[in-house]
Every structure is written in C-alpha cells, then in structure tokens.
C-alpha cells in the first residue's frame, strides 16, 4: 500500500515540478504571462473544461469514460434557451430545468452503462450522437440571444475579485477531492477500477456507485453548460463539440490510470492548469496555435514517459 | 412467433445480425423511395465510405489487441495531405499512392513502440499523436488545399468490371484481414494478447513484438484509406475531417469487437461502416427532417448496440 | 430488431412532407429579409448614423508601425488562407502593418475566443476577425476595445457596438439574388433544386438561405425547392450528400446550390462523376481555382463569390486608416489601396462590393 501512495504522490509530484518549470519558462518568454489579470482570465476560460474534469476523473477511476459529456453540455445550452424563450419560464425556472435534464442524461448514460452492460466507450459514443441530435433537432438550430444582464454575472462577472465561476469551480473540486479521498463512495470507486468483479463479490454497491457517477457527469456537464451561456451570452446546438476529448487529456495528464484504480482529483487539477497555462504562454510568446497544439500533444507524451521511467527505478 | 425469431437472432453472431439489419434498412426504405435500392445509389453509399470501413479493419485489430487509436483521423489527414503533395510536385503517380501506406506504417511503428516499450496507454499516446498531427498538418501546409492534381491519379475512380474501385478495395482488405486474423499464428497471437496478456506471454508470445506489428499494419492500412479519401475528389482538404475517429471506433465496436479487446471480427466492423452508411443516406430518402437526422442516427447506434447487448446475454 | 423498427417508425413520424417544405427552408434563420428588386440596380443602401464601438484611451497609433492579428473562423481552409493572402498584400503595400494569422481548426465559438483573448493579452495594436457567433464573440471584443485595441471584422460580422468597421464582401440580399437569379437562368424558373450548406448553425449560411427564400417567393416563384442538407465544411461528406440527392430525386433533380466554398466544389464533382453536366446544375459559392477543372470542361457554367484576396486586403486597408484615425464615424466612402473608394453602408460597414459571377469567359483572369 505505502508502494503505491509512493508512486502516486510521484506522478502528481512530477506533475507539479512540470508546471513550475512550464511557468517559469513561459515567464521569460513574455512579461504579460505571469500577472494575476491574466491568471484569473485564464482560470475563467478554463473553469467549463474543468468542471466536467472532476467527475470525469471519477469516471476513470472506475475503469469507465464518458464521451457524451460535450454534448451533454450542448443539449443543457439549448434547453436553457428553449425553456426560458419559447416556452416562456422564468429564467432560473429554465436553469433548474436544464441542470435537470443533464442529470438525467447522465442517468440514462449510467442505466445503459450497468442494468443493459454495454460497455462505457460504446454507450457514450451512442450517446454522444443522440444527445447533439436532440440539441439540433429541439433547437431547430437557432440560437437563443438576448438573455438578461444579472444572467452574464456567473459568466463574465467577478466576486471579490476572481471571476465568479471559479467560486462554483472551486466548490465542485472540493467536493470532488473530499468524496473520492474520504468517502466509502470513493473506496468504492478505487475498488471498481482495480477489479470490479471482487468490489462486487466484496459486497459493495458496484451499480449503484457506477450509476451515481455518470448521473454526476451529466448534472455537472450541465452545470458547464450554464457557465457557459452565461460567458458567451447565446446558445447554439454545435456548443462543446469536441470538449471531451480536452476533458479526458486534462485527466489522463493529470495521473488518473485509464485503465482505473489509480488517480486523484489534486492531479486533474494540475494537469488541467498545466494544459492551460501552456496554451496561454506560448501564444503570447509568439507561437501560433496550432504549434501549441503539438507543444501539448509532446507534452502528454513526455509526462507519462517521465513518471513511467521513475516508477520502474522506485520498483527496483 | 416473435420469440422464435428473436431466439434464432440471439444464436447468430453479431455479423448475422448487422446483415439483417442492412437487409430491413434496405427493405423498408426501398419501399419508401425505389430510387434507394437502384444500383447507382447502392453503389455510392459504398465508395463514398469505403475509406470508412478499411479504416476500421486496422482499428479492429487495434481494439482486438486491447488497445485503442484516436489519432487515426488526423493520420488519414495527413497522409492523404502528403499524397497530394507528391502527386501535385511531379513525383510518380505510384509513389504518392504508396508512400501514405509506408509512412503510415512508419509513424504508427512509432506510436507502437511508446505502447509496448514505453508502456505509455494507448489512448495517452494516440490522444498526444492526434494533437501532434492535426496541428502538424495547419503548420506544414499553412492551410491552403492542395488543387491542381495531375491526370491518373483518382485512383478512387477507377472501374474494375463496372465496380469502383474503393468497393474492391473494401472487400479485398476485409477478406485479406480475416484470413490473416483466423489462420496465421499472427492472428492468434493478437486475441490471445488482447484476451489475457499475462498468458499470451506465459504461452511465449511476445506482447510488445505484437502490439508493434498490430499497430504498424494498422498505419499502413490506415494508409490505404487515406489513399482513397484524397483521390476521391479534384481538391484535397487540408484540415483533418472532424470527429472522423469516432465513426471509425463506432464501426469496429459495433460490428462486434469488444472494447475489453480479445474478442471480434474484421467482417463485423466492414458490416458496421456500410450500416451507418446506409442509414446516412436513407434518412434523406424518408425525408426524415434535417434538424432530426443526428438524433435518429444516435438512436439507431443505440438500438444496435442495445439489440447486440441483448443476443450476447441470450446466448449466454 | 424489434427496437429498430419501433426506431424507423419513430423516424417516420418525424418527416417533413414536402407539402410542409415550401413553408420555410430548412436552414435559414428566421431573422426578417429585405429581398432585393427582381430587376434593374437597387439604390445603395444610406450610411446612417456610425453604430460601431471605440476604443478606450487608444494610444495615438496615426503614421506609426501597427502589429496586427487576424483570427478567422479557422484555418485549414481554401477560403480563409486566400484572405489572408490578400492581407499580407496590403501590409507589404503599407509597409507600417505587420498582420500575421491564427485561429482555431474548427470553427469552434469558444476556440476562437480564447485566442482573441490571448492576443489581448499579448498586446497588438489592432484584431482583425471573422465571427463564428456574432453574439458570442462580442464579449471578448468589447475587451479588445476597452483595452484600446481598434478592432475590424470581415466576413463574418460580431454585434455592432463590439467592434469599429466590417468591412462586408457583399450584402446578404445581394448574395441571394445573384444565387437565384443565376440558379433560375440555369434550371429554368419552375426548376427544382436542392441546398448543401456547412451547419444550419453557420450564421452567414443560415443568413443568406432566409434571403434567398424571400427574394425567390418575390421574383422567381415557380422555382421549387426540395430540401437543405448539411456536411459541415468537410469535403467528403458534401461530395456524398449532393450525391443522395441525385440519386434520391433522380431527373426532378435540376440544381443543387452549393451555400459554401467547401460544399460547391464536392457537388460539381458529384454531377460530373454521375455524368449529369448539362443536366444538374450547380450554382453556389466557391473559390475560381476550385471550381477551374469544372467550368473548364463545360459541367458546370459559373461560380459565384467576391474577390476573397480583395477582401483580406479591404481589412488591412481599413484597418491602417482606423488606427490613423483618418476613417471616422460619418464618413461615406473610404479609400482602399488598388481597390479604389468603397462605399460605407449600414451605419459601420464598409462594403466591398456586389458578388462577382466567374464563367469560363473570365475564370482563368483569377487565381485565388
């Protein structure tokens, strides 16, 4: 067991030494990188990948993945829009109802997932094109615009000087680290990933945990869908598309074992701001984006070559 | 009587299954509009996908050892670029249809050895080639097309006893592949790695020779499909298609390859990709609306999987 | 079995009989229309009163060497790499613009924002941008202006009071009646046709399709329309959706438009490898070099769109005169470089002109 700790806390650890390295370096390249204006702003970009990260980190642990998040997030941004113009509803009314609705296909996510056995990957990637095609379909594709100016405050305003969706951020990463650190539910989510059939045999709530967690990414994916209306003040069917796949990097980056068992919500997190903070600094530093996107792709590579490399010396 | 049917459906393989599904599809829509079951339009469902389910082949190996490929589109991309630059530079016309196979190989080879040496996962190291790929791609070739392709190179054109090309393509591949799969110590050797690594090496396969051989036909045959992809049409784009991975994984796993790896054949995943060809195309012939086409198609993928879900659980 | 044809009927129940198509194409935006006269010259268009933003505590740029940025759509495609040629003509006329392009590869609303923010950040002098949302984007503009940054869009507008100018390739009305008069001089006034467009989320796309269906009901209305298909801006797909069409429709089938410079080139190919030049028209959007092997042999008659160097050229142009301060809120025309005096319409636009219809005549005048 303490072997273990010893290499988690190591691919966390690299991680963090990657990031400081990362920041100093992209502090030399350009003196407008490292100011706090530019932080908070980058942290307020941030905040919708970031959100869907934590239960997505879950996810992971337990040995799953949920492709359909991004689409999640563009069916809640039309609802919003649906429920609030066409159907009428006061706005919060048309919020409670769209996070509602992401709940619930997350749910269906988890249903498919444990009572009907398919595996993750192919319920989601089945999910993942339901779920746009309602967003299209319900939305007729138009967009919804003209939302009220107190709705724009979760998105482009700022509470004691940080943009106002990192406080719901933080709150929901908090909640992340405490479950999966502290909680039974969490113990139950390591012991699904390392072998799910003695978690079963063992006596825990294997379903009833897998079916929480996807419901959680579908309620969250909704909660980014409002942060996210409100940071660009419309709502369009094609929102999210392709956020998965930063979603899933961010996590894998982050330490979290694709095969399951192994991960931690800390190292999302580092993996996320990472990510982040990359993209940001070297475009300022002149580099157009799509050499970022190379940069990051190496990156990834490296990180997991690095913490591999010392986990076999730490063995031996 | 529903019972008999469905009891004779849940004792036939998952290919049994996709055919009679394209045969109703076909049926039904058929009767809708005749104009879908002429020859012509038969025709075009096939070549205009056919890249689409050789692809898949070289993914169902992929999933079959256990692994994964997300970069796959990006690969398709830029090798289809890479061709087109040969053939427009003046270089032979064979030489620009052969390269994408050998450098596909290459590059994959690469991708193979980080698998199996570097035990970097799979889906990490395919997610860091995709981002390394697709920005690889602007930076390489500024984002101008690439026009002005010379005589005699639409090799997707071409006419074998009235049949295009990419259909004998399509056929030939699949039944190359199965044969390689069934009857070749090779063959083996990939389920018996996907199935139980531990004793696929204890019965003196050699896990990591394999993953690098899977992944290095996979990049040649991936190769092919971007062959045909860019000698299609008179202009080769050079973005990479978005969200083209996806429907290549959602062919190998619903033509039957298990995620868990192990399990599956070539001739499922080649079913699948014609599936979701034909559904493409048939939802215009029944006028389904275009605002409900993605959410249909989602349900459809839903329904197959669902209906495979089911058999296998009657067949025990 | 069972779930797929409860799954089919499902899909039948939500057809659109085509009785119901006429109503309202598929694809548009549902905004209001101002179709253009059937025929003769509409009068241009009054400036009006300037409705565009200003920048805050902008720094006195006049005679100075600018660093601008141009954040298209995305890139990866034909059309925006021959803007931004066109640009980098300008700034080498200029010689005080630096202008450099950079943008997401998919035409992502949240993509293209975060790099206009990081470009804020980074400190240039001027952003030049092409909108994916023209709601969306406007946050981050107005950042831009409030940073003292000019700010100019072309292409693809953002909220007016976002940004200062756009410079604008054609109006929308213009564009559809070009499209219609040119598809019924083709097909024939009582001709069927058919739409391919990117998404019907594309704003310009879903713009210009409400405009042709109100300037088709007042001048051309026997023209019979069938349906729009998308195929995202991925040649492949667009090549195979005007492909169903022919074959779904068969000889009713006698145009398709084509609504972008992805999805004409893909149908023309279609008509040709089906052997129906002369047959199936194709009429739409595209670059001349795209379309050269087509109007060439005789398959496909014309292709319609604006000079798109001309317009990347137009932006750097205006753009050095906005951070001078010589183009200012009242103007009526601007001098644009070789491009001569454009025309400033709709308050703060300034116009580039009509579309421009290429045949084999002038095709090959034209490389871009």
């Known amino acids: ?316 | 009587m529903r019972s008999r049917l469905s009891h004779t459906l849940g004792t036939l393989g998952q290919e049994i299954l996709l055919v009679v599904v394209i045969l109703a599809l076909f049926a039904v829509v058929g009767s809708v509009n005749a104009r879908f079951l002429s020859q012509h339009n038969l025709t075009s469902i096939f070549v205009g996908n056919a890249y689409i389910a050789v692809a898949a082949i070289g993914m169902s190996l992929v999933i079959i050892s256990g692994n994964i490929d997300v970069s796959i589109g990006a690969l398709i991309g830029v090798l289809a670029v890479i061709s087109g630059l040969l053939a427009t530079n003046g270089y032979p016309i064979w030489l620009a249809w052969l390269a994408p196979l050998v450098l596909g190989a290459l590059i994959n080879t690469l991708v193979g050895c980080l698998i199996a040496y570097a035990k970097v996962p799979s889906i990490i190291a395919t997610l860091a080639m995709l981002s390394i790929l697709s920005g690889g791609l602007i930076t390489f070739t500024g984002g101008r097309w690439i026009s002005g392709l010379p005589a005699g190179y639409q090799l997707a054109q071409f006419r074998l006893l009235d049949v295009p090309s990419p259909v004998w393509f399509m056929i030939g591949m699949t039944i190359l592949a199965a044969l390689l799969m069934r009857y070749t110590a090779f063959g083996r050797s990939v389920y018996a790695v996907g199935s139980n690594a531990e004793a696929a090496r204890a019965s003196g396969i050699s896990h990591a020779a394999t993953v690098v051989k899977v992944f290095a036909i996979h990049g040649a045959i991936g190769g092919v499909a971007a062959v045909l992809f860019a000698t299609q049409l008179q202009v080769i784009q050079s973005t990479v298609p978005v969200g083209l991975e996806l429907v290549i994984i959602t062919a190998s796993v619903v033509g039957g390859v298990s995620i868990l790896g192990g399990v599956g054949t070539v001739f499922g995943s080649t079913l699948a990709a014609i599936l979701f060809a034909a559904i493409g195309s048939s939802l215009i012939f029944l006028n389904v609306s275009a605002y409900w086409l993605r959410a249909v198609q989602g349900v459809l993928i839903l329904a197959t999987v669902l209906a495979d879900m089911a058999r296998r659980r009657r067949t025990g | 079995m069972k779930r797929l044809m409860t799954a089919l009927l499902g899909a039948s129940l939500l057809t659109t009989p085509a009785a119901f198509a006429q109503s309202a194409w598929t694809g548009g935006d549902g905004q209001p229309t101002t179709p253009l006269a059937c025929s003769g010259e509409s009068p241009a268009p009054e400036p009006g009163e300037y409705n565009g933003g200003t920048p805050t505590n902008a720094p006195d740029r006049k005679g100075k060497d600018i660093k601008v940025v141009d954040i298209p759509k995305l890139v990866g495609v034909g059309y925006f790499a021959s803007t931004s040629s066109g640009m980098a003509e300008a700034a080498k006329e200029l010689g005080s613009v630096a202008v450099s392009t950079d943008g997401p590869t998919r035409a992502n609303i949240d993509e293209q924002i975060t790099f206009i923010d990081n470009y804020i950040t980074s400190g240039v002098d001027g952003i030049l941008y092409a909108a994916n949302d023209p709601v969306a984007i406007a946050p981050v503009l107005k950042k831009a202006l409030d940073a003292g940054i000019n700010v100019v869009g072309y292409d693809a507008d953002a909220q007016a009071d976002a940004r200062q100018w756009f410079v604008n390739q054609a109006l929308p009305n213009g564009v559809a009646k070009a499209m219609m008069d040119q598809l019924a001089k083709e097909i024939g006034e009582e001709g069927s046709f058919a739409i391919v467009t990117s998404t019907f989320t594309t704003p310009n796309q879903a713009r210009w399709i409400s405009e042709m269906q109100a300037y088709t009901e007042k001048c051309h209305p026997k023209l019979k329309f069938l349906e729009t298909v998308e195929a995202q801006e991925d040649n492949i797909l667009s090549f195979n959706q005007a492909q169903t069409l022919i074959n779904k429709y068969g000889d009713e089938l006698k145009g398709i438009l084509g609504m972008t410079s992805v999805a004409t080139p893909a149908a023309a190919e279609a008509v040709q490898q089906n052997g129906l030049c002369g047959k199936v028209s194709v009429v739409g959007l595209a670059l001349p070099n795209a379309m050269k092997p087509y109007i060439n042999s005789d398959c496909i008659q014309s292709t319609i769109l604006w000079n798109t160097v001309d317009l990347g050229y137009a932006a750097v142009e205006v753009m050095r005169q906005v951070a001078d301060g010589t183009l200012k809120p009242g103007d009526k025309t601007v001098k644009a470089g070789r491009l001569g005096e454009l025309p400033i319409v709709n308050q703060s636009q300034v116009l580039l002109g009509q579309p421009k219809i290429f045949t084999k005549a002038d095709i090959n005048d034209f490389d871009f």
Not at chain 1, 80 to 86: H, K, S
Not at chain 1, 165 to 176: E, K
Not at chain 1, 247 to 276: D, N, P
Request: proline share 2%; charged share 10%.
């Open chain 1, 1 to 316: 067991m303490t072997a273990v700790t010893r290499v988690l806390v190591r691919h966390e650890a690299i991680l963090a030494i990657l990031f400081v390295v990362a920041l100093f370096v992209l502090a030399a390249q350009s003196d407008r990188f490292l100011t706090t204006a530019n932080l908070l702003n980058q942290a307020r970009l941030m905040t919708e990948v970031g959100l869907i990260a934590i239960p997505m980190t879950f996810v992971i642990v337990t040995g799953g993945i949920d492709l359909s998040v991004g689409s999640i997030l563009g069916l809640c941004a039309i609802l919003v829009g649906v429920f609030w113009q066409n159907a009428g509803l006061p706005l919060p009314a048309a919020i409670v109802l769209s996070l509602l609705a992401g709940t619930l296909a997350g749910f269906a996510n988890g249903v498919i997932i444990t009572r009907f056995r398919v595996p993750p990957l192919i319920a989601t990637l089945a999910t993942l094109a339901l779920y746009r095609g309602l967003a299209e379909g319900i939305s007729q594709a138009r967009s919804v615009r003209g939302y009220p100016a107190w709705f724009a405050t979760l998105g482009q305003g700022e509470l004691l000087g940080i943009p106002s969706q990192l406080w719901l951020f933080a709150l929901v990463a908090i909640v992340g680290i405490f479950i999966l650190r502290f909680t039974t539910f969490g113990r139950t989510t390591y012991a699904i990933g390392n072998n799910e059939a003695a978690a079963e045999f063992s006596g825990l709530a294997v379903e009833r945990t897998k079916l929480l967690i996807y419901t959680a990414s579908g309620f969250v994916s909704a909660l980014a869908a409002i942060v996210f209306v409100s940071r660009v003040s419309t709502t369009r069917s094609d929102m999210g598309t392709g956020i998965e796949l930063e979603v899933i990097t961010a996590v894998v980056l982050g330490g979290t074992s694709i095969f399951g068992g192994r991960g931690m919500v800390v190292g999302t997190l580092i993996g996320l701001c990472l990510m982040q903070i990359l993209q940001n600094g070297l475009s300022l530093s002149g580099v157009r984006g799509d050499g970022t996107t190379v940069v990051i792709g190496a990156v990834l590579i490296v990180a997991v070559l690095i913490s591999n490399v010392l986990s076999r010396f730490s063995n031996d």
